[in-house]
């Protein structure tokens, strides 16, 4: 909707929607149905006001920067995962999580010696930037990986590393238009295990 310079990010503030005849669409050209990919990404170069945004223009998928496709005020926390956390090595970039955390209880001054784990949902709906080194865009080929690349606010960067230090981490694949909280309860061996003896 205006002339953009290399390095800006582009957003629904400064782009639009324009119908143009089928012939002349670019294959790699950004369409509302697939904007969300590279909403609030820079720019490798300049575009002038009407002109057509392609998908290699962007620094995600124009081989530039990683640290590109980060919206301002975001990070990018890498994490390891096991077999479990990666859906068996099918989580991919650009899908969305939510992440559970295992561990004991904070010990308190009246609280046993031995606590029993606890299991709950730390944060909802969190996007994977990230498997390894295979980024949104870069092809659906499975390739094995032990890191996964997150979306995070800083407050968000913190609390996963010390769950992480204080318990184990479990990534929990969603549909992407899934875009409530998770609302899971904490739970203990003891909620998931019928209590057998209850009726004697």
Known sequence: SRDLQAGESINSANVSLRKIPQEFVNHSSITGDNFESVDGQGLLLA????????????????????????????????????????????LRAGDNIDILVTSKPAKTATSASMQEDITFPLLSN???????????????TKVAYTHITLDVTPDE?????????????????????????????????ANVIPNLCAGD
Do not use: C, H, W
């Open 126 to 140: 969190v996007a994977v930037l990230a498997t390894g080194q295979a980024q949104r865009g870069s092809g659906n």
């Open 157 to 189: 960067a913190s609390s996963i590393i010390a769950a992480k230090a204080g318990g184990k981490i479990t990534a929990v694949l969603r549909n992407p238009k899934d875009k409530l909280p998770n609302s899971s309860q904490i739970k203990t061996m």
């Open 47 to 90: 575009v002038k006001a009407g002109e057509p945004i392609l998908a290699s223009y962007t620094v995600s998928q124009g081989g530039a920067y990683f640290s590109g496709v980060l919206k301002e005020g975001r990070r990018g926390l890498t994490i390891e995962v096991d077999e479990i956390s990666s859906i068996s090595g099918m």
